[in-house]
């Protein structure tokens, strides 16, 4: 008996639309992005009920003619390819010729469009794929295209769809997004006839920044940017000692596409290890401009995938200009006002036209240019962090160190910047590190979850300068521990706190390696606060906290010093 046949045009096309159309916010992102691909200088888009009900995305773009309106909406056509080849010089959004006829065959679809040459529009009007009719209209110059009853058609797929609230932040999301990288044009948005933002065209990507985030948040933001010939990168990361309890704030860019890419953030999140707290998350609006021709991004329907040809030197270059951005931050930081110049002085610096559609762009390419371009990077960021000229006053509830300099007053915490000068110097030791032995040997008797944590790590310890055995159950013997962590006076308080704070920092970020781990969490159980220190030793740690790569926090992420201005205490007295 024969079993197989040839599924039906309406059910190829349900099912196609499944891969293109998971949700309202693909709708969305979709029809924004044919109005972006046509020129539009305006897009207004409107939806109720999370958009079940309706979607509308009205633009000023070219329009189309009526015989474009008709073959719109037909499978695989585009306006935008004529063959494989072009998909590696890609300008567009569009390509595949997938979303209008997907969005068409699950809903109810009307389209009006006028172009600007012809002395009318037209409309058409189409359920479940079906075209009901095509018919003259008195439009406007652009195309609306009103979507209705998502997925009346597919009620298995509607059962699918979440609450209206995750919904509506999916397409916020997506508006987010492609405003973001589309800041030229100006966007209206409407929900349930609240309008939910309203961004005109803007010049500089910092005025859509705070349109969309909000000035507060702007202000935590730093401005970066890098040209390796093939690759550009720019963007804004948080600034150190600014971090979210969500990953919300996160957005990257590719060739102006939102995409979503694990490698790329993983680097994000690296460059911040050492500043960032336990469970928090950095901000980060990250644009790289690609030359097509190393880029693939037809690897998902939604192309929210993108892949490189040369991944290695992409992400070399990226940790690159994101580590010089994060070291430069220095300055802003230690001089509140000078932080503000530089601020400033950043953002007119920037162009705008700098990631224009990478049609009129020459790119070189070869792999030697990449080569060249990963030789001119110097390692050695030079840091204009300075803490010479400091005066120190005097200690503060033996834990704070209290400064002058010439423009206001510096309070470092002793025991973070402790910590980060201990971190730093195990770090560049750690291959090679004396012991200290210990005059009797130590046994220290734990809870089996300590012990278990100490087992966990316990090769790695051995490998780090500490020499512990296991001597019964739950029982270890200590014999020595590294030199470089000073006079460690209890041992086996030592060991209880350090078991404490590294299960607190493990047992967020598994990622973390183990290593850096150890010697994060060895340090901060070293180093101890109320500590009554001379003024030669506080004159000396800030010396030392200067020498740092990264003075402004401790490698758990909290701030080794504050900053007041001397203006900002005058005001306070009312003096100004
Ligand atoms: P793609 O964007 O991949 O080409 P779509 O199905 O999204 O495929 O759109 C099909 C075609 O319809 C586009 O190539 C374009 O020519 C035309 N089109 C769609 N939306 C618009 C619009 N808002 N303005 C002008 N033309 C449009
Ligand atoms: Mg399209």
């Not at 349109?211 to 550009?232: A, R, V």
């Not at 690159?320 to 530089?342: D, G, M, W």
């Not at 601020?343 to 030697?368: G, V």
């Not at 500590?531 to 506080?538: C, L, V």
Request: aromatic share 8%; charged share 25%; hydrophobic share 35%.
């Amino acid at each position: 008996m024969n079993k197989i046949q040839i599924l039906s045009q309406e059910v190829i096309n349900k099912i196609a639309a499944g891969e293109v159309i998971e949700r309202p916010s693909s709708i969305v992102k979709e029809l924004i992005e044919n109005s972006i691909d046509a020129q539009a200088t305006n897009i207004e888009i409107i939806f109720e009920q999370s958009g079940k009900n309706l979607i509308e995305v009205i633009d000023n773009g070219t329009g189309m003619s009526k015989q474009d309106l008709s073959l719109s909406i037909k499978r695989h056509a585009t306006s935008k390819i004529n063959d494989f080849n072009d998909l590696f010089n890609l300008s567009t959004f569009g390509f595949r010729g997938e979303a209008l006829p997907s969005i068409c065959s699950v809903s109810k679809l009307t389209i009006i469009t006028k172009q600007p040459e012809d002395i009318h529009g037209w409309e058409l009007y189409s359920e479940g794929g079906e075209i009901i009719y095509i018919k003259e209209s008195g439009a406007k110059n652009g195309t609306s295209v009103i979507v209705k009853d998502i997925f009346y058609n597919t009620p298995a797929r509607k059962k699918f769809l979440k609450s209206d609230y995750t919904e509506r932040s999916h397409i916020i999301r997506v508006i987010e997004e492609l405003s973001i990288s589309n800041y030229k044009i100006g966007f209206t948005v409407k929900s349930d006839n609240k309008i939910v933002l309203n961004s005109s065209p803007a010049n500089k990507i910092d005025e859509r920044i705070i349109d969309i985030l909000g000035q507060h948040m702007y202000d935590d933001l730093t401005y970066f940017e890098s040209d390796y010939d093939f690759l550009k990168t720019k963007g804004f990361l948080s600034k150190i000692g600014v971090s979210y309890p969500n990953n919300n704030i996160q957005y990257l860019f590719v060739n102006k596409r939102p995409v979503s890419n694990r490698m790329l953030i993983q680097i994000v999140y690296d460059i911040y290890r050492d500043s960032l707290e336990i469970n928090r998350h950095p901000a980060f609006i990250i644009m790289l401009d690609i030359n097509p021709a190393i880029l693939d991004v037809n690897v998902h329907p939604t192309k929210r995938l993108v892949k490189f040809s040369q991944e290695k030197e992409i992400t070399e270059l990226l940790k690159h200009s994101l580590r010089n951005c994060i070291t430069k931050q220095s300055i802003p930081v230690f001089k509140l006002e000078q932080a503000h110049y530089i601020n400033e002085k950043n953002t007119r610096e920037y162009t705008p036209d700098m990631f224009q559609t990478s049609k009129n762009k020459s790119y070189q390419i070869s792999s030697a240019g990449l080569v060249e371009a990963l030789k001119k990077i110097s390692q050695d960021s030079k840091k204009e962090f300075n803490l010479e000229n400091v005066q120190v006053i005097g200690q503060l509830y033996n834990t704070y160190i209290l400064c002058q300099t010439s423009t206001g007053l510096l309070i470092i915490d002793q025991h973070a910047a402790n910590e980060r000068i201990l971190y730093e110097k195990f770090l560049a030791k750690r291959n090679n590190l004396n012991q200290q032995r210990l005059l009797f040997t130590q046994i220290i008797q734990l809870t089996p979850h300590e012990s278990t944590v100490l087992k966990n790590f316990l090769d790695i310890l051995n490998e780090l300068g500490f020499e512990i055995r296991e001597f019964g159950i739950n029982t270890f013997a200590i014999y020595s521990y590294p030199e470089i962590l000073g006079e460690i006076g209890n041992i086996n308080d030592f060991i209880k706190n350090f078991i404490n704070i590294l299960t607190e920092d493990t047992s967020q970020k598994p990622v973390l390696e183990k290593h850096e781990t150890i010697i994060k969490s060895a340090c901060r159980a070293a180093v101890k606060a109320h500590d009554k220190i001379s003024n030669e030793e506080m004159i000396s740690l800030i010396q030392e906290l200067n020498n740092c790569s990264q003075p402004l926090c401790c490698p758990h992420g909290r701030p080794t010093m504050v900053y007041i201005t001397i203006d900002e205490i005058a005001k306070k007295f009312k003096r100004q």
